[in-house]
């Protein structure tokens, strides 16, 4: 039987370690549970939030409706020829299922090492790091429908996947519960070492064939290097997604900014370091009130210990017209903001 519980605190179940009320909240940890959840006609009345890992977004206010955390749970594998599907349940923690992976020498996670976050969250969002998104090693997910109590299917074509983007933020948002994910992967590793300090960090390790382990490994201590752990110090990863440009556009900001880092971003485009951007506006490890920017990483926004969220999406507010003022580039957050 289901357990509805009231006036539930957030403040652990979102990695910024923002302290907000969910009026109602449940936990699922077997798919049938949301069937059983949504026969009753008041939960299909009232707003609701799908939580994971809580890594994705911003809590502005206390949640007047129903907070339902997907904690279904599960790893399997299957192999066929020189691939594998994997199938993971919406609840498994991401990086989990990349170590899990990288164990089982199926290639193609490895660039997407220690992204916080749930499963079930990583179509939504179209996840990626270091060159490699999650649409590459995606193959289809299982989601229930709220509307008819009833769960389909999605293929990647479904999904329409974009940069950060998904069918499950646009057309589609708040109508699907992602339950379980399949990807395919790859038992003979084709390494992507190009982005980023991948390849300059593995030769400063000395080695010159690398496994996937390496490569995780490597990805890794790079994140922890920039990124604050969020057990340590509230944050949501990157806040700002990297703006993409049209190349006329660019060609007139380098005459200005020579300097600007970027990189290729399909025929005509051109995608800009957000975190550079903002650096260069002077708000790199900059604290206003209770949060700011990491020291390390401009593109993370944290919690020093009790904002609110107000304070932090005020905050953001105030980089994104600073960088706009100075490179007439507009920033979008990455950050879902909940309660606005």
Known sequence: MLQIQHSVSLKHFNTFGIDVNAKYFVEINRKEELQELFADPQWLQIPRLVL????????VNDFNGLVIRINIRGIEHRVNGDSAIVEAGGGEVWNDLVNFCVDHN???????????GSVGASPIQNIGAYGVELKDVFESCEAFEI???TFRNFGKSDCKFGYRDSVFKTELKGQYIITSVKFKLSLEPQLKLTYGAISEELANRGINTPTIK????????????????????GNAGSFFKNPVIP?????????IHPDVVNYPAGEGFIKLAAGWLIEQCGWKGKVVGNTGTWKNQALVLVNHGGATGEEVLAFSSQIIDSVYSKFGVLLEREVNIIGT
């Open 147 to 149: 509307a008819t109590n």
């Open 52 to 59: 994971g890992g809580g890594s994705n977004m911003l809590l």
């Open 106 to 116: 199926l290639s193609g996670m490895e660039n997407l090492s220690l992204i916080p």
């Open 214 to 233: 390496d490569v995780s490994k490597v990805v890794s201590a790079i994140r922890v290097s920039k990124l604050p752990d969020p057990t340590t110090i």
């Open 247 to 255: 190349v006329e556009k660019f060609a007139l900001l380098k005459t």
